[in-house]
């Protein structure tokens, strides 16, 4: 177990509507990261979280949107669901002292 | 932007044959580099990371890595593997002060 849990573990969508992905971060980081994993593909990168600032974003749309608490832990959200939206959301917590990062199990959204 | 490729996407081994996986990135800065592995069902796990210092690194499982920068080369190496190896590898690459860029993927399957 990595210590990085995420929530719901599946997830099934109507295209059009919104979802809100949940991550709580490993004791003692404050930094999160979003990545989304296609069926079949490596991980790519999202956006993420420092200190509840938005700290870099991969090439995704503004319906993809996050945030980040006071205790580190961060909501994915994206509106207008699209059928290419499924996929496995990851979300992986790191701290500003090593450049490893941890990752949850994620969560498995379908969209249809 | 950056890139990385990973040579194969499916291997088929027997037990007990030596396995090596091969990785190249496209980024000319200073980058720390990782090989994660998903098991069926379960979450991302580093095996192995390169920052600095020896180009070969060991990482867990007996797993070891080499780090050829004229290459832009990070090959994953195993003398023998176990059925128990069978999962989805990823070689990742974290430019300095930026985000992870993760490979496709090499899928492998280990017969008993």
């Known amino acids: 177990e990595t210590g990085v849990t995420q929530s719901p573990t599946h997830l099934i969508k109507t295209r059009g509507q919104q979802v809100t992905l949940r991550c709580s971060s490993q004791?003692?980081?404050?930094?999160v990261s979003w990545y989304q994993q296609a069926l079949g593909q490596g991980p790519q990168f999202i956006f993420q979280?420092?200190?509840?600032?938005?700290?870099g974003r991969g090439n995704f749309p503004p319906r993809f949107s996050g945030l980040q608490f006071p205790n580190y832990s961060s909501e994915l959200n994206v509106n207008a669901l699209e059928l290419d939206d499924s996929a496995l959301y990851l979300c992986?917590?790191?701290?500003?002292?090593?450049?490893?990062?941890?990752f949850g199990q994620g969560t498995r959204l379908t969209v249809v | 932007a950056q890139s990385v490729s990973q040579h194969n996407h499916h291997v088929i081994l027997s037990e007990a044959a030596s396995l090596e996986l091969g990785c190249n990135y496209s980024?000319?800065?200073?980058?720390?580099l990782f090989w994660y592995v998903q098991y069926p069902g379960q979450h991302l796990q580093l095996l192995l990371k390169?920052?600095?210092?020896?180009?070969l690194v060991k990482g867990i499982k007996g797993f070891e890595a080499e780090f050829i920068k004229s290459k832009f080369s990070f090959n994953l190496r195993k003398p023998s593997v176990q059925w128990s190896d069978t999962a989805e590898y990823f070689c990742?690459?974290?430019?300095?002060?930026?985000?992870?860029?993760f490979g496709p993927g090499t899928r492998l399957s280990v017969l008993p």
């Open positions: 004791s003692g980081h404050n930094t």
């Open positions: 992986a917590s790191s701290s500003d002292r090593d450049a490893e990062a941890f």
């Open positions: 390169y920052f600095s210092g020896d180009p």
């Open positions: 990742a690459v974290l430019p300095y002060g930026q985000n992870f860029v």
């Open positions: 979280y420092y200190r509840e600032e938005e700290n």
């Open positions: 980024y000319g800065g200073t980058v720390n």
